[in-house]
């Protein structure tokens, strides 16, 4: 049960397999979405790439890596509650966190709060609610605390090396999130796999969270410091 | 394997072509913020100047006071780091980041009383008397 024997399991025929299709499928979708909109609409837009463009090149690779996880978990629905509630509340945390910061940096605290506990309540829910109620309020507390985290961050790095901070975030939060499918490679050796979702499951999500997230960091509120 | 190896190598080459236009074409612009400079500057002198420091973790001087109807240009010197550069009145509604101690806000006090300045974040902050 080793890592060697999980970086085995990418390559192999079982849910683990699939796991680095789910991140090509997630980025194509969001780079192809914002190539057109870029094409369409958003280079009218003055300093676009400037202002929004690491934030949101930022906020894609992180959905990419937040929806393997999830198809992850999704593949085997139930766990044990001590697992669940650390999938509740990981799957919450870094899915507050990092839209919070990314979305928190174009458009203030505020808004970055309360966009990334939309998206970190949602998914700690959805996701710790496989192992019962202990789980999904472990994945809502986590939500909603990552995502006050993650705007408060952005904010107070604003003078000090904040696309550095971004880099650093999110490389960590990439090795929480690998972390967490190791976890539950690890607890599933012995369980069937229960749930299969195919691609369109991630081009739906990674559509509509790079979607929202262009559109709020474009035209939604913003707090009067960035305005 | 195989078809993983060409996901592999998609991820990477996606990863590689996105960055290179999104953070390639972000870099070749200035990434200061540009919402800091004033508006309608005199040049005159005919303001009263306002320099902020720090002094225990917090705005000095704390507390300031200015004339009604006479433009504020209110500095913020090199001491002062962090969030504390991200300044607000909210009653003024007036949010600025200063980058650097020659960013300055200016506005005009339409209004006298006692008025509360802090830190985008709450952590620093004074009072502003319009007499």
Known sequence: MSVKNFVKSLSGNEVEGELVKTIFVSLATSFILIGILYFLRLRYIENFIPKYGFYLFFAVLSYSLILLSIKHIRAYKEFPCMSGMMIGMTIGMISGFLPGFFVGATNGMFWGSVFGMAVG?????????????MGAMEGMMAGFMGALMGGMTSIMMLNDNLKLAGVIIFMVSSVILLGLN???????REMERKHKDDEFFTIFWSFL?????????VFGPRSLLFQ | MAKNVF??????VLVAVAGFFILGAGAETSQKNSGTQNSGASGSGDFQKVTLSIKNYNYYPNTVTVKEGQPVRIYLDATVSGCLRSFTIK????????????????????????????????????TLIVE
């Open chain 1, 182 to 188: 190791y976890m539950i490679y690890t607890e599933t």
């Open chain 1, 209 to 217: 969270l790079t979607a929202v997230t262009i559109f709020f960091m």
């Open chain 2, 7 to 12: 996901y592999f190598f998609g991820i990477l």
């Open chain 1, 121 to 133: 309540i949602t998914f700690g829910t959805w996701n710790g609610k496989c192992c019962g109620i």
């Open chain 2, 91 to 126: 009653d003024f509604g007036i949010a600025k980041n200063l980058p650097t101690p020659n960013d300055y806000i200016e506005f005009t006090p339409d209004k006298k009383g006692t008025f509360r300045f802090a830190c985008s974040m709450g952590m620093g902050y004074g």
